[in-house]
């Protein structure tokens, strides 16, 4: 069964801002709308790698919760950037991003996306974790891309589908999707499933 019939009779709602989020959303032929949330995107500090991911997706979805109707299936997302055991939120500034990408820089990181999927009956939680492997960066590539860029809205300070996924992916295990905001595969199944 397709997508498009299973929620003939549903409203699927995105709540999020993320345009990454809304053109894969689209990829995978979803009809929806848009409602997104401004919540604090605080947690626990002894959570841990998705623990964290799932943690603000249920955030989020408890959120949008509120104010839901009987047909609605409210999608939440959290996207977060895993190295040495340390979690790489959204950069505050320049400085904040660049050292992020010197962080990243010639290493791999893992990208953990957590997804919820929530009616007024039931919802679903799930995650995804790519690896990613970026080649050393110098100086130059680093300020080009933040100048060029702007990636302070993205966890980790980059976007992968951007100029600098171009040029520094060497590889990927897992999802690319994923990286960039939903992993769609397994999205899919689980609306499906839902």
């Given at each position: ?77 959290d996207t977060i950037v895993w ?63 933040i100048e060029h860029y702007k ?34 595969k397994e999205l899919a199944e ?5």
């Amino acid at each position: 069964m397709l997508l498009q019939e299973k929620f003939k009779n549903h409203q699927i709602v995105l709540a999020s801002q993320s345009p990454r989020r809304k053109q894969l959303l689209e990829g995978i032929g979803i009809q929806f709308i848009s409602r997104p949330l401004d919540i604090d995107e605080q947690f626990p500090e002894k959570l841990k790698r998705e623990q964290i991911a799932i943690y603000l997706a249920k955030a989020k979805a408890e959120e949008a919760k509120k104010n839901i109707s009987e047909n609605e299936i409210i999608i939440t997302a959290d996207t977060i950037v895993w190295l040495n055991n340390s979690v790489l939120n959204k950069p505050a500034d320049k400085m904040e991003a660049r050292k992020m990408l010197h962080q990243l820089s010639g290493k791999m990181h893992e990208v953990v996306t957590a997804v919820s999927i929530t009616s007024t009956k039931k919802s679903t939680h799930f995650y995804s974790i790519t690896e990613v492997h970026f080649k050393r960066l110098n100086e130059d590539e680093i300020e080009y891309y933040i100048e060029h860029y702007k990636p302070f809205d993205k966890a980790g300070a980059y976007g992968v589908q951007e100029w600098i996924g171009y040029i520094a992916v060497e590889k990927i295990n897992g999802s690319f999707y994923n990286v960039m905001g939903l992993p769609t595969k397994e999205l899919a199944e689980e609306l499906l499933a839902f």
